[in-house]
DNA sequence: TTGTAGGCGTTATCAG
DNA sequence: CTGATAACGCCTACAA
């Protein structure tokens, strides 16, 4: 391993010198800089980061804490805060966090100055996570909001800006009668998660402000629940065109289930769904059309506001929002004419 | 931030001490030791990375090659690597490598004492990661299998097995006419992509062995391709009764278009699918029969072996092959009476 | 069994 | 603008 002091030696200068052009941290005559860099190329030096680490205080990397009970829709959003986090000089660990030990986990985290600062995924409305790290003084970003909000870094899709774009877009291709279609997730350990919460109340005052119908199905993950919901549609809301849906497989299985009670998917009936990546609208047939969940920006916009924090940038919390943007698919069109 | 020096004083032992019973690497009076982790305990002393990182050359961190190509089935994966190394006083680090400077980084990660060994997934029968790998005299384990394999730590699926079991199963059903949907990835980054490549020959061979009628699909990504599979199938391979699938998006296309045509699943027609994972079965109705990737199995296998390694357990080479366990569904079954 | 002391490779403070 | 020189917190011979 080539060392600073190496790099100094051949270079003829001193080992802050180096340091200096290395980091860019004091002004250096182009020509030792252009030197030191020569050499530097030269041995092929790299500085060590745990030597960085130690001298400097700063580990330089983001703990993101995992495991993430959603592994639905995450891999883009991980791999992009991975990215921004490297272009940055940070790296992204993965730290698994088991329920029964949060506390002490989340505080020697940082306490053991093992991790500058926290990404926290699938935030619940109320999340202990959240506490704790307030209470441990870690620099942390949510993706995703608890339902206290002041001084609090986040990142998160706008379910609700989404779902009124969604209900819009229907409504203008003559639309009256939508349904929306969640997860029922309690007794889950996602029963607090925010998504479908606040789905739900932004698509109940989307219709009610436009005048539309809008019914809401909670279905279960199970099996059976999901093989009844077309059912249960053509009984309770037999009348709807269009289905927003946040339940990746009832979406599939309407798509599959109506042909065969004669229900042509667009024909008869729209459905778009939220939140969800292109890869579902891959996996089916016709391709759902899908309001995507924007995870490459939030990653990257998540890792930006942690590093922007943790090299001292106070000002306001950041606050983002993103809404989902519409992957056409071929399940969305015109309303039927009706009867 | 507590010390050991602090530790130290505060138990009347010196820093040494405190580092023996920490690590564990000299014995120590039960009393004097009992005494210190009490110090331990009421400061809540956790040892620094950074420094211990930099007295023992050895940072404790693996570098999970990312971003992943095929990001389907590797959540479980990843999830146990980290949790395996979280257990063993490592933590696993997201590692963006863009395919522009393989070279350089992989030999960075290594030199500049960040990592002390790599993990890399989706590996091609023949990839340059795994030269550069070797070259830089980077401990490594992948996690699949490149074409040669002599001294290579590997764990991976066991396509061999599994497809020979699938085969099994089904000709135990009563089946002969069998087909294999493989997804087309020439002119992907995928394209050498090994297991595909692996599962079809095993098929080939598990249908000739067995006197057996195999017919194999290629089919690609696109929606067209897809959803021409079920008259592709109905064309040139009519006595089909069983179809093993490593193309989920077909998979799932199969099972809706199939009712339409007057084809029941399981009852004229079974579908398994191979290193798929539980969660597709949940998206397709009925459940579809799978062979699940052992992703948990496989992602704990790696981190264990590359540890083991990077502790000086050198022995042979860790050579895993974990074969899929079926996950029952509803789409297999009997083979229909023959016409 | 326990203590002493010299690194590990950088950063950062202070002089020059 | 450049150079000495203390830290940083821990590990590990070597001594006692």
């Given at each position: 391993m080539v060392t600073m002091q190496q790099v100094a030696d051949r270079a003829k200068v001193s080992i802050s010198t180096v340091s200096f052009v290395v980091n860019n941290t004091k002004p250096v005559t182009p020509e030792t800089r252009e030197r030191v860099l020569q050499v530097i190329d030269e041995l092929g030096y790299r500085r060590n980061r745990a030597a960085r680490?130690?001298?400097?205080?700063?580990?330089?990397?983001?703990a993101l804490i995992y495991p993430m009970l959603d592994h639905r829709n995450n891999h883009a959003f991980v791999e992009s805060a991975a990215t921004a986090a490297e272009e940055r000089g940070y790296n992204l660990v993965l730290w698994p966090l088991h329920s029964d030990n949060v506390?002490?986990?989340?505080?020697?985290l940082i306490e053991a100055g093992f991790a500058d600062g926290v990404l926290l995924m699938e935030v619940q409305l109320d999340d202990e996570?959240?506490?704790?790290?307030?209470?441990?003084?870690a620099p942390f970003v949510l993706i995703g909001r608890t339902r206290e909000l002041a001084g609090i870094d986040y990142v998160d899709i706008d379910f609700e800006r989404t779902t009124q774009t969604a209900v819009d877009e229907l409504a203008k291709l003559g639309h009256r009668d939508l349904a929306l279609v969640l997860e029922d997730l309690r007794g889950t350990p996602l029963a607090g998660y925010?998504?479908?919460i606040r789905t739900e109340q932004a698509f109940r005052?989307?219709?009610?402000?436009?005048?539309?119908?809008?019914?809401?199905?909670?279905?279960?993950?199970d099996s059976g629940s999901i093989s009844a919901l077309p059912a249960e549609l053509a009984s309770s809301a037999p009348q709807t065109t269009a289905i927003v849906s946040m339940h990746d497989a009832a979406s599939l299985a309407l798509l599959s289930a109506l042909p065969?009670?004669?229900?042509?998917?667009?024909?008869?009936?729209?459905i778009v769904t939220i939140g969800t990546t292109a890869s579902l609208a891959a996996l089916s047939q016709p391709p759902l059309?899908?309001?995507?969940?924007?995870?490459?920006v939030l990653g990257r916009a998540a890792a930006e506001a942690l590093i922007a924090r943790l090299e001292g940038r106070d000002g306001p919390a950041t606050q983002v929002l993103v809404p989902c943007a519409l992957h056409p698919g071929?399940?969305?069109?015109?309303?039927?004419a009706r009867a």
């Open positions: 680490a130690l001298a400097s205080r700063k580990s330089r990397i983001l506390t002490t986990e989340i505080a020697s996570r959240v506490s704790r790290l307030r209470e441990a003084q925010a998504p479908p005052e989307a219709v009610a402000a436009r005048g539309l119908a809008g019914t809401v199905f909670h279905v279960a993950h065969r009670r004669g229900i042509e998917v667009p024909r008869d009936l729209s059309s899908t309001y995507e969940a924007p995870g490459h071929a399940s969305m069109g015109p309303a039927p």
